[in-house]
Antibody, heavy 127, light 107 residues
Framework: QVQLVQSGAEVKKPGASVKVSCKASGYTFTSYGISWVRQAPGQGLEWMGWISAYNGNTNYAQKLQGRVTMTTDTSTSTAYMELRSLRSDDTAVYYC????????????????????WGQGTTVTVSS | DIQMTQSPSSLSASVGDRVTITCRASQGISNYLAWYQQKPGKVPKLLIY???TLQSGVPSRFSGSGSGTDFTLTISSLQPEDVATYYC?????????FGQGTRLEIK
C-alpha cells in the first residue's frame, strides 16, 4: 500500500541541526512531490516547503528560508528535511506528505492536496 | 503572502446538526483549496481538494464549495466521529498556507 514512513524522534540542543527522513513505498516516487508540514504543541499546521521528487526543485516557506533544506534520494525513494540553527520554538511534530503529481507529457505538476502523510517525527529542542 | 482565515475558531454542535466552516483567502486562489481533518493525536487526513472534490473514501456528508476568496466546508449531519480540528489549505505552484484551524466539538 502507499505509505510514507518517517524516522524516529529526535532531541536536539539549541543551535544544532536535525535531519528527518521520509521513505516512500507503494508508488512511483519520482512522479510526485513531497511537502513538509510541522505542528508545534497545541498549535495548528504550518507548511514548511515542497520538493519535487522528479527533479529536486524546491519551494520553501519564507520564514524558514536559509535554515531549511529539502532533498530526495531517488535510489531509495526517500525524502529528507534538514533544519539548522534550531531554536526552542522549532519543537514540533514534523510531517512529510505526498503532494503534486508530475505529468510527463506537459512537464507540469498538478496539485490535489496532501493525500498521503507520514506518521510524524517529534523534534524536541531543549538545552 | 496569501493569508487564509478560518471561522469560527471553534464550535460546538449536536449530533445530526448541519455544520459549516468558512475559509477566506486574502487574495483570489481560484479553486486551489483543500480541507483536512485532524483528530486528537492523529495525522491530518485529506477530505476535499479543488474546493469541492471529495477525496476517495471520505463520507458523503462532507462537502466543499467556493471559489476565489470564499470557501466553505459543510458536514450535512454531524456524527460523533467528526470531533476534530479542521484546516483549510491553499495550494498553487507548490506554495501552501494553512488556515489556523477550527475545533469542532459535540454539544
Amino acid at each position: 500500500q502507499v505509505q510514507l514512513v518517517q524516522s524516529g524522534a529526535e532531541v536536539k540542543k539549541p543551535g544544532a541541526s536535525v535531519k528527518v527522513s521520509c521513505k516512500a513505498s507503494g508508488y512511483t516516487f519520482t512522479s510526485y512531490g513531497i511537502s513538509w508540514v510541522r505542528q508545534a504543541p497545541g498549535q495548528g499546521l504550518e507548511w514548511m516547503g515542497w520538493i519535487s521528487a522528479y527533479n529536486g526543485n524546491t519551494n520553501y516557506a519564507q520564514k524558514l528560508q536559509g535554515r531549511v533544506t529539502m532533498t530526495t534520494d531517488t535510489s531509495t525513494s526517500t525524502a529528507y528535511m534538514e533544519l539548522r540553527s534550531l531554536r526552542s520554538d522549532d519543537t514540533a511534530v514534523y510531517y512529510c506528505a505526498r503532494e503534486g503529481v508530475y505529468d510527463i507529457l506537459t512537464g507540469y505538476f498538478y496539485y490535489y492536496g496532501m493525500d498521503v502523510w507520514g506518521q510524524g517525527t517529534t523534534v524536541t529542542v531543549s538545552s | 503572502d496569501i493569508q487564509m482565515t478560518q471561522s469560527p475558531s471553534s464550535l460546538s454542535a449536536s449530533v445530526g446538526d448541519r455544520v459549516t466552516i468558512t475559509c477566506r483567502a486574502s487574495q483570489g486562489i481560484s479553486n486551489y483549496l483543500a480541507w483536512y481533518q485532524q483528530k486528537p493525536g492523529k495525522v491530518p487526513k485529506l477530505l476535499i481538494y479543488a474546493a469541492s472534490t471529495l477525496q476517495s473514501g471520505v463520507p458523503s456528508r462532507f462537502s466543499g464549495s467556493g471559489s476565489g476568496t470564499d470557501f466553505t466546508l459543510t458536514i450535512s449531519s454531524l456524527q460523533p466521529e467528526d470531533v476534530a480540528t479542521y484546516y483549510c489549505q491553499k495550494y498553487n505552484s507548490a506554495l501552501s498556507t494553512f488556515g489556523q484551524g477550527t475545533r469542532l466539538e459535540i454539544k
